[in-house]
């Protein structure tokens, strides 16, 4: 906020409304609570709104004021006063004690009374303030305190950041400040319900006052308006109310109050408090910027290299039956990682650290900041190491190597998953893996984005990490850990191992206390060595197919580029949404019925141009375009730059913690979102192709999700038809369309198809219409013959969304959990969305989960017969396998027992297989 110099030697208070902030923030965010369900969004919005006001004017007094529930003076003049003003939603009122302990962390008093609103406290305290020779400075939205405005008293709106003086008024409305009460009085307030003069709006309240200077002015030259019948008409008729409403509208400037304005004088912020309640409401960002870092005294972190020293930590170690490791790499690809060095933990605020591909250790000088290496139970047991020399790899393979390749010796990490393909490639093939703090975060909290270990250790310990910018730099200057000296990648590195098993400790409990010990025991551990040994595995792609595929893309982008303009009239960036806004809207005049006019230009996204299509060529030819161009950067040259130069392969990473459902997800490259359905999407499959002497074969789960919807619905028709082997599709056209079987067409059975997936997706009747290009009338008359059919089905959704309501999460079959507690929002649109992902997260989540047990168990059983068939990939229901020829009746036997077999449900699970010289052909 600017001062003027005259304001410099005044003392400062500010005087916030708090009352008006807090609907203020509620409305300006949407569905923000925390992982429990409790609504967060305005206690966030008025934090914000608080340190804006502490950071941009470092306050020396200041008060929030709140209205007290319960009637005003106000009211005993006026009953209808605020009678048009809805209750104060659900949401809010429970984040109102939660606002208050913010402001007292803040060390801000507050100041409510009853029987008056905060603008009156407000007004008082202001006039005081005043009186003592104080610049006010009122922070609100509310226009009402215009009145107050005065030489020494100002309005300040932090979430416009807009200042509102003398000055302003003058120049906005041309009136003095304390005219405004006037203007009130006549124009009345819907939001308050002040009543003011029927047909006298703002503008001519203004200009009536600009013209008359007072209310009692223009009643006493009232004649002066006979000339405008219907105003002239309407002020003498309402003389009483108008003076009503100004008094309604006039803020109380002398409430009874107890304190005085030296009591207002603030404290510095108690930041361990206010990141409590940060980590408590799970603001992350608030979090980290009030969390201390933890003194590092309490850290016990060392530097082990002597072979002695190595031998005795390993000896440790083999005793402790339980610790986490983490490993140090050249990369984020593990496929491509170089091993820098090892950290291990096994006792909280204790880390050790073993380097061994640090670039230049003999040019480091000792580290005073290195810790004496004696927290190994007996302290002489190792000594400081005169100068830091990395140990031998044949000597970290000879000691190591027995301990990290025991079973029963239990292993924690953090992505260990990473860590198992690193060492993998070290030469030590870790086993015991026993828990990865990572996917327990995720388990816990699988709606939150982002589990990494800094997040972890700020939620769980309020710790703010060592970042590896802060060991390795940022930007130009970034150097890679192997280039970090030794002596500051000890901390760093042995913390990530530390945290590690702090962390493991604390989410051991909480995974036990949520019932997910079998999910994350069963499923989730025993897949991360599936996944790493899939990820090592990789697959083959044929390059030139890739280069060739690029090739005839990029022709045919060309030649749409020539057509587009030909059909524009012009040339233009395609690629600028502004400009072929202004091609399309303005100068060929096409019309959607989306708005598409934006700040910052027109929307010309896929719904947009898909309308458009409809009627004119050139959207048509754009959607085309733009479909080839992602499809050849994204696929068929990406592709060609993730080649490991080492196998030749593509070495795809398979996500655990991702989807809020549990599916696997994939990345760098993603195969999940490969457009099967397109010639294009199928041409890029065909560039996957197994080794020489194999096969590529498809296992995929016929309607796997229908299926679990028949078993958790119980339904008597859906049984039926899966147990009998129908195709279920035909099966809901006769059930929906009420036909006979010679009648159901292939489009018949299409739309069943539709209406079958559009059931386990929540699907509405209005987009069930959009997508049959069906009237909406018919759309819902089919999902309501469904539900009359399908009776099991219809009770499964309504119970398991009245359950959801109850509860605020659901569960899958084999106790995978998400909070959904926007399943009682008051928003209809928000609230849909939770109905729609509480119907379907059992469905595609149990999916999930049996695809995982899947792998895990196809994975034993071709250990178990020593076949050399390897699963590769895993996308959405289907596993891919390269299989040698000789091998594939075999493979198919084997796959088919144990993926039907996986689980007992009430209807079978069925496998379909495809074989084939490349992905598309097998699929």
């Given at each position: ?292 870092k933890t003194d590092s005294s309490e850290k016990k972190y060392t530097l082990v290299t002597k072979i002695k020293d190595l031998e005795n930590l390993a000896h440790t170690l083999e005793k402790e039956k339980i610790f986490a490791v983490d490993t ?321 392969r593509i070495h795809t990473s398979f996500n655990q913690t991702i989807t809020v459902t549990g599916r696997l997800s994939s990345s760098h490259p993603n195969l999940q979102n490969i457009p099967i359905r397109k010639k294009e999407g199928k041409e ?240």
């Amino acid at each position: 906020m600017a001062e003027s110099k005259k304001a410099d030697s005044r003392k400062k208070i500010f005087l916030i409304d708090g009352s008006a902030f807090l609907y203020r923030a509620f409305h300006a965010i949407r569905s923000l609570n925390t992982s429990k369900g409790h609504p967060t969004n305005a206690t966030f919005g008025f934090a914000r709104i608080l340190l804006k006001l502490l950071r941009d004017n470092t306050p020396e007094y200041a008060v929030v004021i709140f209205d007290v529930k319960g009637p005003t003076f106000r009211h005993q003049m006026y009953d209808q006063y605020k009678a048009n003003r809805p209750p104060m939603p659900e949401d809010l009122a429970v984040q109102i004690p939660d606002i208050k302990r913010i402001i007292e962390a803040f060390n801000i008093p507050i100041e409510e009374k009853q029987g008056f609103e905060a603008d009156d406290l407000v007004g008082t305290y202001a006039k005081l303030a005043l009186e003592k020779g104080f610049e006010v400075v009122m922070v609100t939205g509310d226009k009402d305190f215009m009145q107050l405005v005065s030489d020494h008293c100002t309005l300040w709106d932090p979430m416009k950041d807009t200042i509102t003086d003398v000055a302003k008024i003058k120049k906005d409305m041309g009136i003095d400040p304390i005219q405004f009460i006037d203007i009130l009085g006549l124009a009345g307030d819907s939001s308050d319900n002040i009543p003011g003069v029927r047909g006298v709006g703002p503008k001519t309240a203004i200009k009536l006052i600009a013209q008359f200077g007072s209310i009692e002015n223009l009643y006493e030259n009232i004649d002066e308006l006979k000339k405008k019948k219907k105003l002239y008409e309407n002020l003498s008729t309402s003389k009483d109310i108008v003076f009503l409403s100004r008094d309604l509208a006039t803020i109380d400037q002398s409430v009874e109050v107890t304190r005085q304005i030296e009591d207002f004088k603030i404290d510095n912020i108690n930041t361990k408090k206010a990141f409590e309640l940060f980590r408590e409401f799970e603001f992350k960002t608030l979090a980290a910027e009030f969390a201390q870092k933890t003194d590092s005294s309490e850290k016990k972190y060392t530097l082990v290299t002597k072979i002695k020293d190595l031998e005795n930590l390993a000896h440790t170690l083999e005793k402790e039956k339980i610790f986490a490791v983490d490993t140090e790499t050249t990369s984020k690809t593990p496929m491509d990682a170089q091993l820098v060095g090892i950290s291990f933990s096994f006792k909280e605020n204790q880390g050790f650290y073993i380097p061994i591909g640090h670039t230049s250790p003999d040019d480091l000088a000792q580290s005073d900041d290195l810790d004496q290496p004696d927290q190994i139970n007996q302290p002489d047991q190792i000594n400081q190491p005169d100068q830091i020399n990395q140990p031998d790899k044949d000597d970290i393979l000879r000691i190591f190597k027995p301990i990290l390749e025991n079973p029963d010796i239990k292993k924690v990490g953090q992505n260990i998953k990473y860590d198992y393909i690193v060492l993998s490639r070290f030469g030590i093939t870790l086993q015991g893996i026993a828990f990865d703090t990572m996917i327990a975060s995720y388990l816990l909290n699988p709606a939150t984005r982002g589990h990494s270990l800094d997040r972890i250790a700020m939620n769980l310990f309020g710790y703010k990490t060592i970042s590896y910018e802060d060991v390795t730099g940022k930007g130009k200057n970034q150097i890679g850990f192997q280039d970090v000296p030794i002596a500051q990648a000890v901390n760093y590195a042995s913390e990530d191992a530390d945290i590690t098993f702090m962390a493991y400790q604390q989410f051991k409990k909480q995974i036990q206390d949520q019932n997910l010990s079998d999910l994350m025991e069963k499923i989730e551990i025993p897949l991360i060595t599936v996944l790493a040994n899939m990820e090592m595995e990789g697959i083959k792609v044929d390059e030139d197919s890739l280069q060739h595929l690029s090739q005839t893309f990029d022709l045919e982008l060309k030649s749409l580029e020539q057509e587009i303009y030909a059909l524009a009239g012009e040339e233009f960036n395609i690629n600028s949404s502004q400009q072929l806004g202004v091609i399309l809207f303005e100068k060929l005049q096409l019309k959607t019925a989306k708005k598409t006019k934006k700040k910052t230009g027109y929307s010309t996204d896929v719904e947009v141009l898909s309308k458009l299509a409809q009627t004119h060529e050139l959207p048509e030819k754009l959607l085309r375009y733009r479909t080839l161009g992602k499809l050849k950067s994204t696929y068929a040259d990406a592709l060609q730059q993730l080649i490991n130069k080492e196998t030749g392969r593509i070495h795809t990473s398979f996500n655990q913690t991702i989807t809020v459902t549990g599916r696997l997800s994939s990345s760098h490259p993603n195969l999940q979102n490969i457009p099967i359905r397109k010639k294009e999407g199928k041409e890029i499959r065909k560039a996957f192709i197994p080794k020489k002497g194999h096969t590529l074969i498809s296992a995929d789960y016929s309607q796997i999700e229908l299926r679990i919807l028949a078993h958790c619905a119980e339904d008597d028709i859906l049984i039926e038809a899966f147990n009998e082997g129908e195709d279920i599709h035909t099966r809901t056209a006769l059930e929906v369309f009420q036909v006979l079987p010679e009648f159901v067409t292939a489009d018949l059975r299409s739309q069943a198809k539709a209406i079958n997936f559009g059931i386990v997706y929540g699907m509405s009747g209005f987009r069930l219409a959009n997508e049959l290009s069906i009237s909406r009338k018919m759309a819902n008359a089919y999902i309501d013959n469904y539900f009359k059919r399908y009776a099991g089905v219809k009770k499964f959704i309504d119970t398991t969304i009245d359950e959801t309501r109850k509860t605020g999460e659901v569960s899958t079959l084999f106790g995978r959990k998400r909070r959904l507690d926007d399943i009682n929002s008051s928003n209809a649109n928000v609230r849909n969305f939770a109905q729609r992902a509480a119907i379907n997260t059992p469905i595609q989540g149990s999916a999930a989960d049996l695809i995982k047990m899947a792998m895990i168990k196809m994975a034993d059983a071709l250990k178990a017969n020593n076949m050399a068939s390897k699963m590769l990939l895993s996308v959405h229901d289907e596993i891919i396998f390269e299989c040698p020829l000789e091998e594939k009746e075999q493979l198919i036997d084997l796959a088919k027992t144990v993926m039907e077999q996986v689980h007992p449900l009430k209807v079978p699970l069925t496998v379909n297989f495809g074989i084939g010289e490349n992905w598309a052909q097998a699929h």
